[in-house]
Nanobody
């Protein structure tokens, strides 16, 4: 089985930064995409960002463009989410996902087949 483990969440003041990490373990045979989703209290899970295996394509939801950066290190089977200029509305549980990449007219998407357990990010005002 494929497992994903996130880390790096915490409490930060508005304007601050956090870096989330996601480590993938288990057998993976495909050139899988990695992505981050988030779920705020009382809201549905939201797709935030994704990156292809070769890092040649990324996608960001409009609300995080220019503030968040996704990256990956295939040798370490890891993905990272650098979050800068954090806002209270970024408060959520952040989930890492591995899946199949899909290029759409709206940009890169990911079809997840494995999820992490989530890491909490709280941004205080």
């Amino acid at each position: 089985q494929v497992r994903l483990i996130e880390s790096g969440g915490g409490v930060v003041q508005a304007g601050g930064s956090l870096r989330l990490s996601c480590v993938v373990s288990g057998s993976t045979f495909s050139r899988y995409a990695l992505g981050w989703f988030r779920q705020a209290p009382g809201k549905v899970r939201e797709f935030v960002t994704a990156i292809t295996w070769s890092s040649d394509s990324t996608y960001y939801v409009d609300s995080v463009k220019g503030r968040f950066t996704i990256s990956r290190d295939n040798a370490k089977k890891s993905a990272y989410l650098q979050m800068n200029s954090l806002k209270p509305e970024d408060t959520a549980v952040y989930y890492c996902a591995a899946g199949d990449p899909e290029q759409t007219t709206a940009g890169l998407r990911i079809q997840p087949w494995a999820w992490g357990q989530g890491t909490q990010v709280i941004v205080s005002s």
